[in-house]
């Protein structure tokens, strides 16, 4: 789904701050041959360091086996040190806040066309909750935050959590949109492929949207779930054996 974006990273900073020597980029496999990057699905054995650090974000419909993913990111990570940290929109809660006076969303109709995408591929818009997975691979420390996070920079107000406030008046989603064609990556393929739409059909309705949300009269939220969690010192059993066979790639047992 993200065409051509990184999916994540691993570091052995403790910091976990991207911008050090020792950072492995996990891309798709199409976007491999440009710099210290690996497929993010694809063989780890080239990554021989244990890491301290792992990151996926905003890019849960690209995996195809989230409980392999996790699984390779667990043995992967230092025991007892490695963490590992999951970030993804809900896109079926991106709405404004602004009055109903204002012009039509969009939105909807962007939400629905890939809802309906996503089921012909037979995934959700709705993240998976991680957590589950997580608990039978035998992390420990997880954690499952869940923020209501703006487009628009610097728009705050009193009911706001500390991570909210912070993303708002620093993490730049606007950017995201007008820079990394955060809409356009996500839906365009699925918007043509899937719903059988022309590519100008595609990208009319996405320049809409991405007018729509970066205006900040119109005050556009959207859920950011957080998963957190760590690899414990001891194995647990579920990480010493084989995935069972009758586990789907949700992590729920058929």
């Known amino acids: 789904m993200l065409r051509d974006q990184v999916h994540g990273f691993m570091s052995t900073d403790q910091n976990r701050a991207p911008l050090t020597s020792d950072v492995t980029w996990l891309t798709p496999g199409s976007a491999q041959g440009q710099g210290n990057a690996v497929d993010a699905e694809g063989d780890w054995s080239v990554i021989q360091d244990m890491q301290s650090y792992v990151r996926f974000a905003h890019i849960g419909h690209s995996i195809s086996n989230w409980p392999e ?93 500390e991570f909210e406030y912070d993303a708002t008046q620093h993490a730049n989603l606007k950017c995201h949109v007008t820079d990394m064609k955060l809409l356009e990556n996500i839906g365009l393929d699925l918007l043509v492929d899937d719903c059988g739409w022309s590519e100008d059909q595609a990208r009319g309705l996405i320049e809409q949207c991405d007018g729509f949300v970066i205006d900040p009269v119109n005050l556009v939220k959207v859920s950011l779930h957080v998963w957190t969690a760590r690899r414990p010192r001891r194995l647990g059993p579920a990480a010493a054996t084989p995935l069972h066979p009758q586990v789907r790639a949700n992590g729920s047992k058929m």
Request: hydrophobic content about 35%; proline content about 10%; glycine content about 6%.
């Open 69 to 161: 993913m996790l699984r390779k990111t667990f043995f992967k990570l230092e025991p007892g040190n490695g963490y590992i940290e999951i970030m993804d929109f809900d896109w079926q809660t991106i709405r404004s806040d602004a009055s109903p006076l204002r012009p039509a969303s969009p939105l909807p109709h962007f939400c629905a066309a890939l809802d309906y995408a996503l089921g012909r591929r037979r995934t959700a818009l709705r993240p998976h909750d991680r957590v589950r997975q997580l608990e039978f691979l035998g992390f420990d420390h997880i954690q499952h935050r869940i923020h209501r996070v703006p487009f628009s920079p610097g728009f705050s107000t009193p009911d706001m959590s």
